[in-house]
């Protein structure tokens, strides 16, 4: 294999996520990029499976993108590195996991759809980790758009800084510089009222400039430059560029040039993107940054990580500071294990240009690389080369919570062990995939974003590791507490002719607020329970608390106040006092109200206004209580509410239904509240309690 060798400088490097909706056209523009930069020959078609991107076989069976691929190009001395990320809902964490790689977050919009749930998503996670953003409107060419109500709505929806840098001509069939130029006419209007909108916003940020304009009416673009990017870093502008990737017609492709010109000269290079930040240890208060400083030590972070059964681990990484060889020897800082002690060496170092590696000497500051076959290397892993860097991570990114879940268990008995080792895998490429084991339902479930991502998930079990599960509805980890005081009291003793056993316990329980768990209360005098023998009345207690009273779940929100007891000095052992005590302790739950307790969600559900009505009535027949309403720019509503998370079990596809695709809802756990009287006989009917042994 041959090994390339780079002459670019961090200077010259752009580093750009494209994000947006499924169906928006993002690896189609990709591939076009590619083929007008030189870098490809002639565009695949995606709908043939053809693309750069989408070369995974559940990608082609699926037909869009299920992970995010990094490809790069080199365009009038710039090297650009794209990101090429998943649109459907239940794949934003593979999208929002890679922001740490980049400067600039680029989303992409289908004009004919329009702003859509993912658009939403994806603006507002960027602008929270402070990455510049710019806005592409792709498919300018269709029939029956109107780009101007786009427009508006975006300005609406995400504020005046959203501004045009081109706009449409010929009814789609080309763009025009409103950036440079102020003349001619658009499909929008005249060309010369963007550029002053556009022009007035950039100098905003620069008093001398703002003056300099101020008195000449004109800027040139050279003066712009560094004005514009500041713009961006600060959130003070929004660009929005007009293409047509792939054209109905079959024509030429529209605004490609353009938008490759304003990457090269206008996005920010990683010496003028925001810093990113670093902690040490659990501080994070205190935030170190580092210089892209290629003679410095090095400071790397692994943003990705895929695994190939046959081939080994690939981790995906960004260059912070220092200079990465095939020679580096590299610590990883493990921050979940603690400090790595062995360093590894690089061997092989590679750029990723889809499923294409193409090795490289070195990686500089700025620049995205991969390594592959290191096993202890992980996503969200920083790398280096410095005793002096231990315990050391980014910031930590919000990767969003995954709802969804399945219970699984094998379809072949003996492949428990396959399972797991495939799910770890699993979890090594999705951050925002999940694996539990409810120790009150007694089943392994797999948590994801959605439906579409769990199937794709045990797609990938069946095909790439060559085992089968079964899967139900997870059943749902219910709590018990007690409603009122009561005491309790046992005395054990047992005599089997040898040496005896012998204990007696008096407690009191009496019911705590929700969510304030377990008190233990040692209320004894006098020696009635000698204090070795307490933490076997506690361990006891403890046991009848994990063994529940009503349907076998967890008891919580209680205090438990031992007060009296007895005991023999020969026949006082500690299993005695552990029997004692949870008998005692089960006798006063017994005359305490024990009460079933559900999980409550929160949740938030986003709709356009006109399904608002539809979905408050549908979460109040959920029992659901809605604690607010808010009205959206774009005529979107949030609705706030509180829902028994046995009633949203399938709350994504219900939703789906009920908005034609277009609600979103994010879901958390909130707190646990009483079961109604009569779900709860039903719940209790299917528990039957083991007869004592004791």
């Known amino acids: 294999m041959a090994v390339l060798t780079s002459t670019y400088t961090t200077a010259d490097i752009r580093n750009l996520a494209l994000v947006g909706h499924a169906g928006c056209g993002k690896s189609t523009l990709v591939q076009t990029l590619l083929e007008h930069a030189g870098t490809i020959g002639h565009a695949g078609a995606s709908e043939r499976g053809q693309t750069i991107c989408d070369f995974t076989d559940e990608e082609r069976e699926h037909g869009h993108s299920l992970y995010s691929h990094i490809v790069h190009m080199d365009f009038r001395d710039r090297h650009i590195n794209l990101i090429d990320t998943p649109g459907s809902p239940d794949f934003t964490g593979q999208a929002v996991s890679v922001f740490p790689a980049v400067e600039t977050v680029a989303v ?20 929270r980790r402070r990455l510049c953003r710019m806005i592409i409107i792709n498919k300018i060419d269709a029939q029956n758009i109107d780009l101007s109500d786009l427009l508006s709505s975006l300005t609406e929806a995400f504020g005046s800084v959203v ?22 006419m658009s499909d929008l209007g005249p060309v010369a009222e963007f550029h002053t909108a556009i022009i007035d916003q950039v100098v905003e940020v620069d008093e001398k400039l703002m003056e300099l304009y101020l008195e000449q009416g004109e800027i040139t673009p050279e003066q712009l430059h560094d004005p514009f990017e500041k713009a961006l870093r600060e959130g003070h502008l929004v660009p929005v560029c007009f293409v047509a990737s792939k054209p109905h017609d079959g024509s030429e492709a529209v605004g490609i040039d353009e938008l490759l010109d304003l990457l090269a000269n206008l996005a920010p290079s990683p010496l003028e993107g925001n810093p990113r930040p670093f902690v040490r240890g659990s501080d994070f208060d205190h935030e170190l940054h580092f210089e892209p400083d290629a003679g410095k030590h090095v400071i790397a972070h692994v943003f990705a990580v895929r695994v190939d059964p046959y081939a080994g681990k690939l981790a ?42 193409v090795e490289i000497d070195h990686a500089i500051p700025g620049d995205l690389a991969a390594v592959a076959k290191v096993d202890d290397i992980h996503y969200d892993a920083v790398l280096h080369d410095s005793h002096d860097e231990d315990n050391l991570h980014l910031r930590p990114i919000q990767l969003p919570e995954p709802m969804s879940g399945l219970a699984i268990a094998p379809k072949r008995r003996g492949d428990e062990q396959k399972i797991a080792d495939a799910f770890s895998k ?3 490429e999705d951050p925002t995939l999940k694996i539990t084991r409810d120790s009150v339902t007694h089943e392994t479930v797999i948590h994801g974003m959605g439906e579409l991502h769990l199937r794709v998930l045990l797609e990938k079990l069946k095909t790439r590791y060559h085992v089968e599960v079964d899967t139900h509805p997870p059943k749902i980890a219910y709590r018990e507490t007690i409603s009122k005081k009561a005491q309790g009291h046992h005395r054990h003793k047992k005599q089997t002719g040898g040496a005896g056993q012998f204990g007696e316990v008096y407690l009191r329980v009496e019911p705590l607020e929700r969510g304030a768990g377990f008190e233990f209360v040692d209320d004894t005098f006098g020696g009635s329970i000698p204090n070795g023998l307490m933490t076997a009345v506690e361990k006891g207690v403890r046991q009848g608390l994990e063994g529940g009273f009503i349907a076998g779940c967890p008891l919580q929100d209680l205090r438990v106040s031992v007060y009296d007891g007895k005991h023999h000095p020969v026949d006082s052992k500690e299993i005695a006092f552990v ?64 829902v028994p998370l046995a009633e949203v079990g399938s709350y994504q596809s219900q939703l789906k239904s009920m908005t034609a695709g277009q609600g979103t809802f994010t879901m958390e756990l909130n707190h646990y509240d009483p079961l109604p009287a009569h779900l709860q006989e039903k719940v209790a009917a299917t528990y039957k309690r083991e007869p004592s042994t004791d």
Do not use: W
């Open 426 to 428: 699993m979890m090594e």
């Open 108 to 127: 992409v919009i289908d004009a004919q759809s329009g702003i859509e749930s993912v658009t939403r998503r994806m603006m507002q996670r960027a602008e």
């Open 579 to 642: 029997t004692a005590a949870r008998h005692a302790f089960l006798d006063a739950i017994n005359s305490a109200g024990p009460v079933l307790l559900e999980p409550v969600v929160h949740l938030e559900v986003t709709v356009p206004c006109r399904f608002m009505g539809d979905i408050t009535g549908d979460l109040a027949g959920k029992r659901g209580r809605i604690q607010g309403t808010d009205i959206l720019p774009g005529d979107m509503a949030l609705i706030d509410a509180l």
């Open 163 to 184: 501004l045009p840098i081109n706009l449409p001509t010929r009814g789609g069939k080309g763009v025009i510089d409103c950036f440079r130029q102020k003349e001619g």
């Open 316 to 357: 995906c990484f960004r260059v912070h500071q220092g200079t990465v060889t095939p020679e580096s020897l590299l610590y990883i800082d493990d921050v979940r294990a603690g400090e790595s002690k062995k360093p590894f060496r690089v061997g092989h170092l590679f750029k990723l240009q889809g499923k294409e590696h």
